[in-house]
């Protein structure tokens, strides 16, 4: 391999393991498909309000989630490489959840207590075995 191509393919691959974050592009970083909401989602948003007292905030309603269908049981977080098997990313507001669980209303209403609150964090009570359950949702 001559030099020239030798750094080409180096800065190509630096590129490739350059963590998804430093980019800025998490959801480009998966494999996964822009898609419709699942079929009973803006209900579950309604219960979710109704159960938990989070009002949405500006600009962050339901219909501003963009939402994303990995295929499989499962997917790997771009940041940590842990397996999910849904996830809430800020950029966008977007929903990404794995195919086989895209109709669960357990982990649909999870990910969306993240929308409410805006945060990626389970610290707190919403969060909390009790009360997720009660709003029939993954605790986190
Ligand atoms: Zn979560």
Redesign the pocket.
Known sequence: MRAGNFVAAFALLALVLLPPHLHGVWVESLPAVRSEPPAQARRYWQELIACTGVRPKRGRGFASIQWHRVAGRQFARPDTGRDVI???LRPGNAVVLAGEWWDDPRLIK??M??VLLQT?S?EGAH?AAGRGQACGL?P?
């Open positions: 849904g996830l809430w999870h990910e207590l993240h990626g389970h969060f993954f986190g």
